[in-house]
């Protein structure tokens, strides 16, 4: 009749456990498809599909790359709105190109730079 108030909180703890363990097989096992992807030329982040495709899209590279720091709606976030910017073209390939800090450069190839920055200065 005295059950002992303990055991169900030794059981959780004996789960958690065991489900720690099997998450980090499971992700150790998505890092050797990353790896795979990575060695047969795959890009992650969807550039590969843009890359094969043959035709740059400013929106799905912003969603690829630029989303998280400047916003679902270009507002702004970590990085500054993109709506409506003052500045420039150049200013702009400037930017992605080299990068500002805390934006890292590169993200977008150089031969999309231009498509890009027309894409960002016509944000209203």
Same mark, same amino acid.
């Given at each position: 009749?005295?059950?002992?108030? &303990?055991? %169900?909180? &030794?059981?959780?703890?004996?789960?958690?456990?065991?489900?720690?363990?099997?998450?980090?097989?499971?992700?150790?096992?998505?890092?050797?498809?990353?790896?795979?992807?990575?060695?047969?030329?795959?890009?992650?982040?969807?550039?590969?599909?843009?890359?094969?495709?043959?035709?740059?899209? %400013?929106?799905?590279?912003?969603?690829?790359?630029?989303?998280?720091?400047?916003?679902?709606?270009?507002?702004?976030?970590?990085? %500054?709105?993109?709506?409506?910017?003052?500045?420039?073209?150049?200013?702009?390939?400037?930017?992605?190109?080299?990068?500002?800090?805390?934006? %890292?450069?590169?993200?977008?190839?150089?031969?999309?730079?231009?498509?890009?920055?027309?894409?960002?200065?016509?944000?209203?």
């Amino acid at each position: 009749m005295n059950r002992n108030p &303990i055991i %169900p909180f &030794i059981l959780i703890m004996a789960m958690g456990i065991g489900l720690i363990f099997f998450m980090s097989l499971e992700g150790l096992n998505n890092a050797d498809e990353k790896a795979k992807e990575a060695e047969h030329g795959e890009k992650a982040g969807g550039e590969g599909e843009q890359a094969s495709s043959g035709e740059f899209d %400013p929106e799905q590279a912003y969603k690829d790359n630029c989303l998280s720091c400047h916003g679902g709606n270009y507002e702004g976030g970590m990085g %500054p709105a993109l709506k409506g910017t003052d500045k420039s073209v150049d200013e702009i390939k400037e930017i992605i190109k080299n990068g500002k800090s805390p934006m %890292p450069g590169g993200l977008i190839q150089d031969e999309n730079l231009d498509a890009m920055a027309e894409w960002i200065k016509s944000l209203k």
